[in-house]
């Protein structure tokens, strides 16, 4: 221990703590984001012309890759691997559809303890449900406005 | 085909990257970040401001999960247009349904099998 360090003012103990704190990463945590986040919607994309190259219509072709990529999400999360990418890309993993499944799975996991039904079953969607609760009710909303307007012109 | 692909990837990293704003700045936890997203989606669809969006972008903006709350409005509007006021409550889930019942399905599944995290 350093005497001297303890007989520090506040303020240059802050000024002590500033300039020991390791600057805040935020470049690099963007740049992640930006990378990751753009390669998963990049497999959405191949995915996508894959299954429209097979005669599928654009909007099949473009719902089958999202079912894949849900499918991707949840197995990377269970094999462990997802929340080892999440460390590193933080919101590129959190804001695909790929972070959607995983929040289901990994809540799932933490409460399988507390059995399947209270526990995997009731728990699953902690994560997940208020992006539904929140989506269908403003897309409700939403649409509610849409028909009133329509029907006065 | 590249150039194609060079836009998925900007429109998809910086939408992500919008998000990596929101957690450093705000310490807004996953769940709110992504319901702040799909409220976002939703709104911007509302305007007309998210389609244009996806045409220039394609999976770059389907694929965030902004691209639910497109999908949820894109769905309930066309299907007003089609059948009128039901449409309001049952075409925004139509048109999630298939990807709502993957999640579900494989997220069962896949917490099924997992073994749980030694700590």
Known sequence: ?153 | MLMEYLKVFLVGGVICSIGQILIDRTKLTPARIMVVFVLMGAILTAFGLYKPLVEFGGAGATVPISGFGYTLVAGVIEEIDKIGFLGIFSGGVKATASGIAAAIVFGYFAALVAKPKLK
């Open chain 1, 1 to 153: 221990m350093d005497f001297e360090k303890l007989s520090m003012t506040n303020e240059d103990y802050i000024n002590y703590v500033q300039q020991k704190s390791k600057k805040s990463p935020i470049f690099k945590n963007l740049a992640l984001a930006f990378l990751v986040g753009g390669l998963f919607c990049i497999l959405g994309q191949a995915l996508t012309d894959i299954f429209e190259y097979f005669n599928y219509e654009k909007k099949v072709a473009s719902t089958i890759a999202t079912i894949i990529l849900v499918f991707l999400g949840a197995f990377l999360t269970s094999i462990n691997v997802y929340s080892k990418l999440g460390k590193y890309a933080g919101a590129g993993s959190i804001v695909p559809i790929t972070g959607f499944s995983n929040s289901i799975v990994a809540t799932a996991i933490e409460y399988k303890s507390e059995g399947y039904i209270l526990g995997l079953g009731a728990n699953m969607f902690k994560v997940a449900g208020p992006v539904i609760v929140y989506g269908i009710t403003s897309s409700v909303v939403i649409g509610f406005f849409y028909w009133l307007i329509k029907l006065f012109i």
